[in-house]
């Protein structure tokens, strides 16, 4: 155990200086997380070139957004604990450990742990719970009630914020008193089940395009028929006009969502945003379509899909495609 906490130490020096860096589903991001956690590995003595096999965590089984999920707790290893702590720069406990996990995923959770074993569903048991799963614990005598939550992260373990003196780490789950599934249902799915229609399993960047839509409230396979139709899968696309990514964004389209249109994970999640949008300013998916390949002022000066033969043609393309990846 002595030689565990000063890995866990050694590690948390790093793990303190990259927390700044951008989400760690930007490709890049991802790679530089992955160099500096082979650094810190190597310095303590560890093989493998990740947070997974530091901590011995299995973040590679389970869905995607379940995958997504573990990750996401990952990059907080090490972090110390502080009572009331929401930011990773100074110390997180471990309710703002999970809101701010979840967070990176763009899903919203109340602050407390009390509060946060209402929200999602139950789940009946540890046998039955999956990677990303809220565990809860009731673990003051004087004062009944929840009182401390951790991230499940399978094979019995999960990363919580345990206490003061101590660092966010990998722990025995042992009992929990309350164990909640708050990421979509879709993502919870068994690995061997498609997780949208039974065309997603093959499409490129589908784990992004599930996850995206869960988020948004958009179809992945709506995703997916933009992008076919707009690159063709291809994140390095530039069209004629200046379009870029795997989505097509204009520059300025682009910058007003806070996307970076080469990188797929934000492509995809700015997509579903503005298609999200779209569809609730317009009313229907066809029009958010037109909208999305003519721009939305077209659409609400002719008040509908546009006469143009491109336009009419992408909606006729996307959709179609879309049917496809159901």
């Not at 407390?112 to 139950?122: D, F, K, N, P």
Request: charged share 10%.
């Amino acid at each position: 155990m002595e030689g565990l906490t000063a890995v866990h130490s050694r590690i948390a020096e790093i793990q303190n200086r990259i927390l700044t860096l951008a989400s760690a589903s930007s490709t890049s991001t991802s790679a530089a997380l992955s160099s500096q956690w082979a650094s810190a590995a190597s310095a303590a003595g560890l093989t493998g070139t990740s947070a997974a096999a530091a901590t011995g965590t299995t973040a590679t089984t389970g869905s995607g957004l379940e995958t997504q999920a573990v990750a996401a707790a990952q990059r907080y290893l090490g972090v110390p604990y502080a009572w009331g702590g929401t930011d990773p720069s100074v110390g997180l406990d471990c309710s703002g450990l999970v809101q701010r996990v979840y967070a990176d995923l763009g899903i919203d959770l109340p602050r407390t742990s009390s509060q946060q074993a209402t929200a999602g569903t139950a789940v009946a048991s540890l046998a039955e719970a999956r990677p990303g799963d809220l565990v809860f614990f009731d673990n003051s005598s004087s004062r009944p009630g929840i009182d401390h939550v951790g991230i499940y992260v399978g094979n019995g373990k999960m990363i919580a914020a345990p206490q003061a003196g101590q660092v966010v780490q990998v722990q025995d789950v042992g009992s929990p008193s309350v164990i909640r599934r708050v990421l979509p249902a879709s993502a919870a799915a068994s690995p061997t089940a498609p997780s949208s229609g039974a065309g997603l399993g093959g499409v490129p960047y589908a784990d992004l395009f599930t996850a995206a839509g869960a988020r948004h409230g958009v179809d992945p396979a709506l995703l997916a028929g933009v992008a076919k139709v707009e690159s063709g899968f291809d994140s390095s696309a530039v069209s004629p006009a200046g379009a870029t990514g795997l989505m097509q964004f204009m520059p300025a389209t682009a910058a007003g969502l806070g996307v970076t249109a080469t990188d797929p994970a934000s492509s995809i999640d700015g997509a579903a945003r503005y298609l999200r949008q779209l569809t609730d300013r317009f009313g229907s998916t066809d029009l958010a379509l037109a909208a999305y390949n003519a721009g939305p002022g077209t659409v609400s000066r002719y008040g509908g899909i546009p006469p143009y033969a491109e336009t009419q043609s992408y909606v006729r393309k996307v959709t179609s495609a879309a049917e496809a990846y159901s």
